[in-house]
């Protein structure tokens, strides 16, 4: 079972008393706010068992007790205790870091979206810059984070293939990056030596729409991101598909049109030709360097333009090879997917129609992000957490406190 999913049953034995306690917080840390009789029935232990890890949470400052919360009653009596996320407990830094932007928060158990920033990023521009100006904005909202609030890690969301055993990115072709450790660069700007993972966008973006976003207690979903170029994140059976090397999801890079145009990958046709930033752009005449706010510049728009029609029925098309691939549930359509499907969603419904299998089409649902354009950078705050549920009491003794002060400038 994936990490992101040890969220079952629990175990009686001693031995695995660490593990019981990251069951519970994740359940904790799903849930917001849940009473000790849900998280009995959710773990399979018994009410002495529970009580003991509810309190060795609040020992570490990580839960808090709350107002019984209804559900299960333990009996005829009052409701059972609830428990929650403690309001100055530990966080992680998250970073969305775009073609044309950096955005960074300060983000706690629940999801919690304490401080934010964000700041240029110019698509020409060094590594080493960029990871200068992700420290800048990393200080920025750690400023006024509580002194004894521990720091878990950093969590980095990236446009470009990124190696899942050290966090390399061996391409992030709209930033013009290749074998970039980017992760090490932003720590060396910080001064600091603590846990930093890094991962696809589309690919975190499923997982935050899977655990509080559109896809909540959808098993079978893929995450479509528009971010100039075209990628997905797949969440199948409950897991993420990561492939060999962590690679997987790279759709926009689909044969579409083999007569069609030359894409920068260096194949003709792909899919990201027809529906990637730079051909919506071309076909609006929207400028060159307006391409990574294309989401606003499609705001802007009350009608389609037979251009944009057109996009659509290549969008549905798309999605057809998706659905007839990996027969999901739900497709989330985010990045500038968000602004554009509202406007073809007759068109793009069609092409869909058009080329899928009937059978997996009369499961398959096309809804936008429950967490709007955030869902990349909640996405990244989730693998920074990861410690924390697989070992508590390992992860915040190697946490980070008064961070504030350690980065002052």
Not at 50 to 57: C, H, K, Q, R, S
């Amino acid at each position: 079972m994936s990490p992101q999913r040890r969220a079952g049953l629990g175990t009686n034995q001693e031995a695995v008393r660490r593990h019981n306690l990251g069951t519970l917080l994740r359940h904790v840390h799903g849930a917001g706010q849940i009473s000790r009789a849900e998280l009995t029935s959710l773990m399979g232990l018994n009410r002495s068992t529970i009580a003991g890890l509810v309190g060795e949470l609040e020992s570490l400052g990580i839960s808090e007790r709350a107002t019984p919360v209804g559900g299960p009653r333990q009996g005829a009596g009052r409701p059972s205790a609830g428990v929650r996320i403690a309001a100055e407990g530990p966080f992680v830094i998250a970073v969305d870091l775009g073609v044309d932007r950096a955005v960074v928060a300060r983000v706690g158990l629940g999801g919690r979206v304490l401080e934010r920033a964000q700041a240029p990023v110019h698509s020409d521009g060094e590594a080493w810059q960029v990871g200068a100006a992700v420290a800048a904005l990393i200080r920025r909202v750690v400023e006024d984070a509580p002194p004894a609030a521990p720091l878990v890690g950093i969590g980095i969301s990236v446009p470009g293939l990124v190696r899942r055993s050290d966090g390399l990115i061996r391409l992030a072709p709209n930033l013009e990056w290749h074998d970039v450790s980017f992760g090490g660069i932003v720590l060396a700007a910080l001064g600091l030596d603590i846990p930093v993972s890094l991962a696809n966008d589309a690919d975190l973006g499923a997982l935050a729409e899977h655990i509080r976003g559109a896809g909540v207690g959808v098993d079978d979903l893929i995450y479509v991101s528009g971010n100039v170029g075209v990628g997905a994140g797949v969440i199948t059976g409950g897991v993420r598909l990561e492939g060999a090397g962590g690679y997987a999801g790279e759709v926009g890079h689909l044969r579409f049109n083999p007569q069609g145009r030359p894409c920068h990958c260096g194949n003709r046709g792909c899919w990201e030709t027809e529906v990637g930033g730079h051909a919506i752009a071309e076909a609006i005449s929207c400028p060159p360097d307006k391409v990574a706010q294309l989401d606003e510049v499609l705001e802007g728009y009350t009608r389609p333009t037979p251009e944009l029609r057109a996009t659509g029925t290549a969008l549905g098309h798309g999605l057809a090879s998706i659905v007839n691939t990996f027969n999901p549930r739900l497709i989330v359509l985010g990045g500038y997917f968000r602004t554009l499907y509202p406007l073809v969603r007759a068109e793009v419904n069609a092409g869909l129609a058009d080329r899928a299998l009937p059978a997996p089409l009369e499961s398959v649902t096309l809804v936008l992000p429950g967490l709007d354009s955030d869902s990349p950078l909640l996405g990244a705050a989730e693998i920074a957490l990861e410690p924390l549920f697989v070992d508590p009491v390992a992860a915040l003794g190697s946490a980070l406190v008064d961070v504030g002060s350690r980065l002052a400038v």
